[in-house]
Nanobody, 125 residues
Framework: QVQLVESGGGSVQAGGSLRISCTAS?????MGWFRQVPGKGREGVAA????????YYADSVKGRLTISRDNAKNTEYLQMNSLKPEDTAMYYC?????????????????????WGQGTQVTVSS
């Protein structure tokens, strides 16, 4: 069992930046970030393979959000720049059992086996 703990959420004005982090209790394979707003399903934001060599992004965040990881710290990050009010959501860290993330499945919550408790990001206009 892998425990995931997110941190770094908060409130920011549109155009601002935030970095959220997720620390795993053990080394993890493919990891990702999802977000969810009330009344909607969980949306895949970004994913990164075990070695960090492959990354995937939702079209809505390309060029603004960057996923990265530090395997020595068992931690993944999501650097969020040029934030928009529509980025407001609960952000969840996720980890899969497989080392690779795949272009056809990274955005599907069912790809991931472990989840953090979520951290709120609020962007005001």
């Amino acid at each position: 069992q892998v425990q995931l703990v997110e941190s770094g959420g908060g409130s920011v004005q549109a155009g601002g930046s935030l970095r959220i982090s997720c620390t795993a209790s053990t080394s993890s394979a493919c990891m990702g970030w999802f977000r969810q707003v009330p009344g909607k399903g969980r949306e895949g934001v970004a994913a990164i393979s075990a070695g960090g060599g492959r990354t995937y992004y939702a079209d809505s965040v390309k060029g603004r959000l960057t996923i990265s990881r530090d395997n020595a710290k068992n931690t993944e990050y999501l650097q969020m720049n040029s934030l928009k009010p529509e980025d407001t959501a609960m952000y969840y860290c996720a980890a899969a059992r497989t080392n690779d993330c795949y272009s056809g499945s990274w955005y599907n919550p069912r790809t991931f086996n472990y989840w953090g408790q979520g951290t709120q990001v609020t962007v005001s206009s």
